[in-house]
């Protein structure tokens, strides 16, 4: 017989028929494998879905289908109610709707999708001098009245110290409340104190903001279709010239008919195009017919490079390192299309304020300066509006 050769197995450690015993070494980090914790995976989202103008009889019908109101309110723009909903265990989300749409045939219904804003993390944000600091270029928005929804607001923030600002919030009590920067950093943009660390484009006008956002389970903040539209309804109530949303999203029928209902009767929406790119999907509600959609460009004129493009861009504004309020009561820079769009709304509160035949929107656009390819583009919109033009 031939004598063996010593061949080795698979196993680099071993020969054929002999393996020798593990070091102690191996053994110790075999224990520390095995012993290692198993990472528990985060629960799955709760289905949920809302539906609008919900009559009293669909109400029922809907809860027969073994549907759970997980809140609901009333409605100023429509007779009926509003009401998030959990579906059964185990229904899939085509056939919830469908049940829905059986039991409420006379309601708006969609899936109850989640909408944010955008906040650089803070290891972005410049630690040193922030950036451009804005000054009350529409002081002749004295006496306007502007709407946001966004997250809290702080109003002890210096920025925001003595200024007129009637603050609200719209969150079921299942929910934590929502993180104040962003909604801090908007408000200041509006109606940031003269002499302050974070001045605004118009200190004296008076600001309704909605908080209608809350701290989801991935510790981000966040809003869904049932808190926003629940929150537009109620600005339906509110004189305000225009209404800020410095959020973005994907597109809800619920949400598109209370965008809708509010633009038909005459309430000027201004919504962030978004921070995902220019080859990205429209997001909404910047998207909706008749929203007027904002995007970013820098001090020099040119597109941010996250901005968002497309045929629905209205106008474009500064929104790169902008200098707001952020925390222990100093400044910040700020970048993103939700800091563009303020700019426009300030605009807008300063025009609403003078009786003329000519539409807002066309009063805007022929303030703006032409950018890019002649007359309206999908990156510059209409143009670049600058906020001293307003009181022109």
């Given at each position: 017989?031939?004598?063996?050769?010593?061949?080795?197995?698979?196993?680099?450690?071993c020969?054929?028929?002999?393996?020798?015993?593990?070091?102690?070494?191996?053994?110790a980090?075999?224990?520390?494998?095995?012993?290692?914790?198993?990472?528990?995976?985060?629960?799955?989202?709760?289905?949920?879905?809302?539906?609008?103008?919900?009559?009293?009889?669909?109400?029922?019908?809907?809860?027969?289908?073994?549907?759970?109101?997980?809140?609901?309110?009333?409605?100023?723009?429509?007779?009926?109610?509003?009401?998030?909903?959990?579906?059964?265990?185990?229904?899939?989300?085509?056939?919830?709707?469908?049940?829905?749409?059986?039991?409420?045939?006379?309601?708006?219904?969609?899936?109850?999708?989640?909408?944010?804003?955008?906040?650089?993390?803070?290891a972005?944000?410049?630690?040193?001098?922030?950036?451009?600091?804005?000054?009350?270029?529409?002081?002749?928005a004295?006496?306007?009245?502007?709407?946001?929804?966004?997250?809290?607001?702080?109003?002890?923030?210096?920025?925001?110290?003595?200024?007129?600002?009637?603050?609200?919030?719209?969150?079921?009590?299942?929910?934590?409340?929502?993180?104040?920067?962003?909604?801090?950093?908007?408000?200041?943009?509006l109606?940031?104190?003269?002499g302050?660390?974070?001045?605004?484009?118009?200190?004296?006008?008076?600001?309704?903001?909605?908080?209608?956002?809350?701290?989801?389970?991935?510790?981000?903040?966040?809003?869904?279709?049932?808190?926003?539209?629940?929150?537009?309804?109620?600005?339906?109530?509110?004189?305000?010239?225009?209404?800020?949303?410095?959020?973005?999203?994907?597109?809800?029928?619920?949400?598109?008919?209370?965008?809708?209902?509010?633009?038909?009767?005459?309430?000027?929406?201004?919504?962030?195009?978004?921070?995902?790119?220019?080859?990205?999907?429209?997001?909404?509600?910047?998207?909706?017919?008749?929203?007027?959609?904002?995007?970013?460009?820098?001090e020099?004129?040119?597109?941010?490079?996250?901005?968002?493009?497309?045929?629905?861009?209205?106008?474009?504004?500064l929104?790169?390192?902008?200098?707001?309020?952020?925390?222990?009561?100093?400044?910040?820079?700020?970048?993103?299309?939700?800091?563009?769009?303020?700019?426009?709304?300030?605009?807008?509160?300063?025009?609403?304020?003078?009786?003329?035949?000519?539409?807002?929107?066309?009063?805007?656009?022929?303030?703006?300066?032409?950018?890019?390819?002649?007359?309206?583009?999908?990156?510059?919109?209409?143009?670049?509006?600058?906020?001293?033009?307003?009181?022109?």
């Amino acid at each position: 017989m031939a004598p063996w050769t010593g061949r080795r197995s698979r196993n680099a450690s071993c020969f054929l028929f002999y393996c020798p015993p593990r070091t102690r070494k191996v053994r110790a980090t075999a224990q520390r494998r095995r012993a290692a914790p198993v990472v528990a995976a985060p629960p799955p989202v709760r289905r949920e879905f809302v539906a609008f103008d919900v009559s009293a009889d669909e109400r029922a019908a809907i809860t027969r289908q073994r549907f759970s109101v997980v809140a609901e309110g009333p409605l100023t723009t429509r007779p009926g109610r509003i009401l998030r909903l959990s579906a059964p265990e185990g229904m899939g989300q085509r056939t919830a709707l469908r049940r829905l749409a059986e039991a409420a045939p006379g309601a708006v219904l969609a899936r109850n999708d989640r909408y944010r804003s955008f906040l650089r993390p803070a290891a972005q944000q410049r630690r040193a001098a922030p950036g451009r600091m804005l000054s009350a270029a529409v002081g002749c928005a004295a006496g306007a009245t502007v709407a946001m929804i966004d997250t809290a607001v702080d109003p002890a923030h210096p920025a925001l110290s003595g200024a007129d600002v009637n603050m609200l919030a719209l969150r079921a009590p299942d929910r934590q409340p929502s993180a104040s920067r962003h909604g801090t950093a908007v408000a200041s943009m509006l109606i940031g104190r003269e002499g302050s660390p974070a001045p605004g484009l118009a200190p004296a006008a008076r600001l309704v903001a909605i908080d209608a956002f809350h701290r989801d389970s991935a510790g981000l903040d966040a809003t869904d279709a049932f808190d926003l539209v629940r929150a537009l309804d109620l600005l339906a109530s509110q004189q305000a010239a225009v209404i800020n949303l410095s959020l973005t999203g994907p597109d809800n029928a619920v949400l598109a008919r209370m965008i809708a209902t509010l633009i038909d009767a005459g309430r000027l929406i201004v919504a962030a195009a978004g921070n995902d790119g220019p080859r990205a999907r429209p997001l909404y509600p910047a998207a909706y017919p008749g929203v007027i959609a904002v995007t970013a460009v820098d001090e020099a004129g040119q597109p941010w490079r996250r901005a968002a493009r497309g045929d629905h861009i209205a106008f474009a504004a500064l929104g790169v390192d902008l200098a707001l309020a952020g925390r222990n009561g100093g400044a910040e820079a700020y970048t993103g299309t939700s800091f563009a769009a303020p700019t426009v709304s300030a605009m807008i509160a300063a025009k609403s304020l003078k009786d003329t035949a000519t539409p807002l929107r066309e009063r805007l656009a022929a303030l703006a300066q032409d950018r890019g390819d002649p007359g309206r583009d999908a990156v510059y919109g209409y143009g670049i509006v600058q906020p001293a033009d307003a009181c022109r």
